[in-house]
C-alpha cells in the first residue's frame, strides 16, 4: 500500500481547485437553466401572439402562489420537500 503525503500547501491548492470547478458547474448549470426557462417563455409567448392553440400555456412558474403551469395544467408546488432535514 503506497500512501502519498502532500503538504499543507498542495492540500489547500487542492481544495481552491476543487471549489473552482464546482463553483463553475454551478454557473454552467444555472446559466443552462435560465436560457432554458427563457426559451420556453419566448416561443409561448410567441404561441400566445399567434394563436395556434386554445389554451396556450407551456410553462409557467409562479413561486408566490406555489403554482405551475405546465402544457395548460396547473400544479401546486410543495417547496417544504425541497428544503434539507438535519
Known sequence: ???ILESRIERKKKL???KRIRYI???IILLA???L???IKFVNDYIIYLGYIENPT???LNI???RMELFGESYFIDLKIL???D
Open 64 to 66: 408566490r402562489d406555489k
Open 33 to 35: 437553466c435560465s436560457i
Open 25 to 27: 458547474k454551478f454557473l
Open 1 to 3: 500500500m503506497v500512501v
Open 58 to 60: 407551456i410553462f409557467d
Open 83 to 85: 428544503k434539507k432535514i
Open 16 to 18: 481552491r481547485k476543487q
Open 37 to 39: 426557462y427563457f426559451g
